[in-house]
């Protein structure tokens, strides 16, 4: 399970400058260098979230890992969270077993900071996690942001204050030159603005929610009208003073808006963190608020601060803050309009979305094309249907819909999650049940999780017989081949892949046809029949012919394989490069590192074995990156060929070239795979045989660390610090530490020379 080194951070980009907080943020650099978990407590609106997203951008060039944020107060679902986690991270996971095991594995010798934003409604969720990723990763800090601590053994607290005087003051500026751009605090002015943001408790949101009437009223107008509002509005009973005002202050930035506003306000609450133009016209559109004037009244929540927009492609999409979400949850829940009616519209936008990368639609979308399907939303949606009565036949649906989604981003844990949610909530025999049957074992069969995805098989193809449902008939059985492939039962794979091609071809179902197809191209080159190729060239012709380039990767690297077997080695190399070439382009995380093995293959086939241990190790790192069980009859072909290298090339010459293409970043391995020639990799070329770690390695050596003490000084674990040893040794063709240490006292006097 992992990612490349080089992606460093993952932190949204700013919808507004920063203003002031240097003593806060130097504060919590300070308690980030002494404590591995900082939480920044405080009301909602105080700048948690600013602060610390300010910080963590502050520390991406110091930490070699990355920065990472969740944010947690997007998920519904404690049980989502490991997967939030395993997201943020950027990491594919194929594997069945809970996520904390693999992110536990990951982090283990990383040394990174991970920002959980918005933790108080999963507070015991995120102890826990927390809690459990410290003690096994020396190497990670956490900083969280929350209401109230996470209450963890280690934790630093930071109670986040308002904005000092002036700083206030200056936000209140910056914001006021956004809608009036010659606007300035002036000697005249200052005494009026100083009194506004001490009424304002100098909470950052409620001075940008203030600022923003400054299109209408001056200074001393708002300052006035505010001390009417809050004698009106605020809550004496409240315990905490700076949330009614805070409460105050948004509400009456709602009693300037124009109704068509407020009716989006409330309406656009259902949205999840972001969303764009057309969903808010789907969802929101009503008859106070007709279709054409949604932009209209959108732009006007945006002068007035209730929402942040952000530019990317193909379009604008609208942001959130959680205080202004939630207050217009509460006006959604005051006014006259259905909040399941618009929870449903929400639902419905995202499955017509769905609808157009489901296995129905006859396509495999690439990365690009479900950008709209963000996954705060998705799981709002899905969410909304297994909560509602009634709905659960929905969400059935929009779990099944979405499978190449879960594909492709390889999120199988939670694709699976979702479906297994479906089945429970919805027993009745469908249509719908019997998809999410075999599209659930499909996610299974990716885990190798071969038992579960038997059972759902089984009962898969009982009900589409009964159903006649030639469709989902078509793919139980094709999956059912592709599950004996995978378990190595080629006698039995062949005839069902083969009866899955003809019953979707019957029905004019092309990609069943072609998927049963690939599989069935696997088996026959594996069997040995010379049929392998004629099928993965037909299927390659269908291919080419449509937008499938999924299905073009994969028949690619079939052909690579057939070719192979018949000697052809070159063309064999070149079929494969293509193959991995178009999985890099498509993110397929698994298809890449099948393609390394496969390449590793034909280096050996060729004579190339130092090459080929070098593929093995780069191919061997991006599988256990991601998680990833491989077939039985890969692994079959693997032995053979890795035996052959070892044989030709000696056991430590073979562990030393194999340890070299571990320990390649994917990108570089990638690159090294694509080369023409036979050229050691970046990372062990030039005049030292060892890679950049394994000088690291041999430096601490020549100081005289034993592997434990190597382990704590580059945060990794012992075991891996002894591997690291025992490559060097055999690079070096040498028995013993101090003959490590002798080499390196001559290379390092011989660069002082030159």
């Avoid at 950049?692 to 990794?716: K, W």
Wanted: some cysteine.
């Amino acid at each position: 399970m992992g990612r490349p080194r080089e992606d460093r951070s993952r932190l949204p980009a700013d919808v507004s400058s920063f203003v002031g907080r240097s003593h806060e943020a130097a504060e919590v650099r300070r308690l980030l260098d002494d404590y591995r978990l900082v939480t920044l407590t405080g009301p909602g609106g105080v700048g948690k979230t600013r602060l610390g997203l300010r910080v963590a951008a502050g520390r991406a060039a110091s930490e070699p890992d990355g920065v990472h944020l969740v944010e947690v107060g997007r998920l519904g679902d404690p049980r989502l969270l490991g997967d939030a986690v395993v997201q943020a991270l950027g990491l594919v996971d194929h594997s069945a077993r809970p996520p904390l095991e693999g992110l536990s594995e990951h982090l283990a010798d990383r040394r990174l900071l991970l920002v959980l934003d918005g933790c108080e409604h999963l507070g015991g969720a995120c102890a826990d996690l927390v809690g459990r990723l410290l003690r096994v990763s020396p190497g990670l800090r956490v900083l969280a942001t929350s209401r109230e601590p996470l209450q963890v053994s280690g934790e630093a607290l930071l109670a986040v204050p308002p904005a000092a005087p002036d700083d206030a003051v200056e936000l209140f500026e910056q914001r006021a030159r956004a809608v009036v751009p010659d606007f300035r605090v002036t000697a005249e002015n200052r005494d009026t603005v100083d009194r506004l943001c001490e009424r304002l408790d100098r909470i950052p949101l409620a001075i940008e929610l203030a600022a923003v009437r400054l299109r209408v009223l001056s200074p001393d107008q708002i300052l006035d009208r505010l001390d009417d509002r809050f004698r009106l509005l605020a809550r004496p009973t409240r315990t905490d003073g700076r949330h009614a005002t805070l409460l105050a202050t948004v509400e009456w930035s709602a009693q300037s808006c124009s109704p068509a506003e407020l009716a989006l306000w409330a309406r656009a609450s259902v949205f999840v963190a972001s969303f764009d133009i057309d969903a808010a016209t789907y969802v929101c559109a009503g008859p106070d608020l007709p279709a054409d004037r949604v932009d209209e009244a959108l732009a006007g929540l945006v002068d007035k601060s209730v929402v942040g927009v952000r530019h990317e492609a193909p379009g604008a999409r609208y942001v959130w803050l959680d205080t202004l979400r939630d207050y217009g949850a509460r006006l959604l829940a005051d006014r006259g309009d259905d909040p399941v009616l618009l929870r449903r519209r929400h639902r419905d936008w995202y499955l017509s979305l769905a609808r157009t990368i489901s296995p129905s639609s006859g396509d495999v979308p690439e990365p690009a094309t479900v950008g709209g399907l963000e996954p705060a939303n998705l799981r709002a949606a899905l969410d909304h249907c297994f909560t509602e009565p009634g709905e659960a036949r929905a969400g059935m649906e929009l779990s099944t819909a979405l499978l190449f989604g879960w594909l492709n981003r390889g999120l199988l844990r939670e694709g699976r999650y979702w479906l297994e949610r479906a089945l429970a909530a919805d027993g009745e025999p469908s249509p719908e049940r019997a998809r999410a049957l075999w599209a659930c074992a499909w996610l299974a069969i990716e885990q190798g999780d071969l038992t579960a995805a038997e059972d759902l098989l089984a009962r898969a193809r009982t009900l589409a017989t009964e159903l006649a449902d030639e469709s989902a008939l078509g793919w139980a059985v094709a999956l059912a081949g592709y599950a004996a492939l995978f378990a190595g039962d080629l006698g039995r794979a062949r005839p069902l892949l083969e009866e899955g091609m003809a019953r979707h071809r019957a029905i004019g179902d092309v990609l069943g046809e072609l998927a049963a197809s690939s599989g069935l191209a696997q088996t026959t080159s594996y069997l040995g029949d010379p049929v392998a190729l004629a099928v993965v060239d037909a299927t390659l012709t269908r291919a080419d012919g449509s937008r499938l380039a999924v299905v073009r990767a994969t028949a690619l690297r079939n052909r690579g394989l057939e070719l192979l077997r018949r000697g052809e080695v070159d063309q064999a190399t070149g079929q494969l490069r293509q193959a991995l070439r178009l999985s890099v382009r498509l993110h397929r995380r698994m298809g890449l590192a099948t393609c390394l093995d496969l390449l590793a293959w034909t280096a050996s086939a060729g004579g190339d074995h130092d090459r080929a241990a070098r593929l093995a190790g780069a191919a061997h790192a991006a599988h256990r990156r991601i998680g990833a069980t491989k077939p039985a009859p890969q692994r079959d072909r693997e032995r053979h060929f890795a035996a052959l290298t070892r044989t030709a090339l000696g056991e430590p010459e073979y562990a030393a070239a194999f340890g070299e293409g571990e320990a390649l970043a994917e990108a570089d391995a990638v690159r090294y795979a694509l080369a023409e020639g036979t050229a050691v990799p970046e990372a062990a070329a030039g005049s030292s045989p060892l890679s950049a770690r394994e000088e690291q390695v041999a430096t601490l050596v020549t100081a005289g660390l034993s592997d434990r003490q190597i382990a704590a000084e580059l945060v990794i674990s012992p075991r891996t610090a002894q591997a690291h040893v025992a490559r060097i040794l055999a690079k070096l063709e040498v028995s013993n530490r101090a003959q490590i240490a002798a080499w390196r006292t001559r290379r390092s006097a011989g660069r002082s020379t030159r």
